[in-house]
């Protein structure tokens, strides 16, 4: 056990300033155009649902199971007062995860523990699968922890470190664009039972205003991520 917590917590060194610059190039990328992002939305949506079933186990609401669905939207079930603080924070928490998410990992970057990061996102994933519910979204789980379990085992401690600064950049960025797109959907009323639509139900505050909070987090999560993360 010495020898594995001496592994997770061994310090990489900081990386050249190009890695930090190119991998935040290349998540912006993925983020801005169209087919990456269909391809990787899904990442977000695994982050997105975790955050409702972390808060909700938090809250001590019952939590039910989580599906993840082919079209990268996702739903997690869970059980308890239909009112109250408890169902507020774990309606909140969906859209707050992947930027804060993204925060914390840009915070361990930053202190060069990408091993720790890694594991980290590993275990994450594996709880993530003990309460998925629907074989798509188990397959997607398997899919992406076998690709986080291979960069652990086989790839060099310089792939790790850029894969994981396009990630934590990818997490920042990506964490922005679901609420910008799901503000363009409430204005064409297509997002009738989204997060914000349930906390305007749940709370005396309009739909907005929760969209507009969201999109607040994100961007502080994104600076502050980018602060810490600033090669120079």
């Not at 310090?11 to 269909?38: E, G, K, T, Y």
């Not at 899919?143 to 060099?156: K, N």
């Not at 790790?160 to 990630?167: I, L, P, T």
């Not at 994100?218 to 090669?231: D, E, H, K, R, S």
């Amino acid at each position: 056990m010495d020898k594995l917590w001496a592994h997770l917590i061994k310090v990489q060194p900081d990386p050249h300033p190009w890695v930090v610059v190119v991998s935040a190039l290349v998540a912006l990328a993925i983020v801005a155009f169209r087919m990456p992002w269909q391809v990787s939305r899904g990442l977000i949506t695994i982050a997105h649902e975790g955050g409702h079933a972390l808060m909700a186990l938090v809250t001590r609401r019952k939590l039910e199971g989580i599906r993840l669905h082919s079209d990268t939207s996702g739903v997690t079930l869970t059980r308890g007062r239909p009112t109250g603080p408890g169902m507020v924070l774990t309606a909140m928490a969906g859209y707050l995860a992947p930027p804060l998410l993204g925060l914390a990992a840009a915070w361990l970057t930053q202190q060069g523990r990408i091993t720790l990061l890694i594991w980290t996102v590993l275990l994450f994933l594996v709880c993530m699968l003990l309460l998925i519910r629907n074989l798509y979204g188990a397959l997607i789980l398997l899919a992406t922890g076998g690709a986080v379990f291979a960069l652990s085992m086989y790839a060099p401690a310089a792939v790790q470190q850029g894969v994981a600064f396009v990630a934590v950049w990818f997490l920042l960025l990506g964490g922005i664009r679901p609420i910008i797109e799901l503000q363009q959907k409430r204005r064409r009323r297509q997002a009738r039972d989204s997060d914000a639509d349930q906390l305007a139900r749940l709370t005396i505050l309009p739909g907005g205003f929760f969209v507009f909070f969201f999109f607040v987090v994100a961007v502080t999560a994104a600076v502050f991520g980018a602060y810490l993360m600033n090669p120079l």
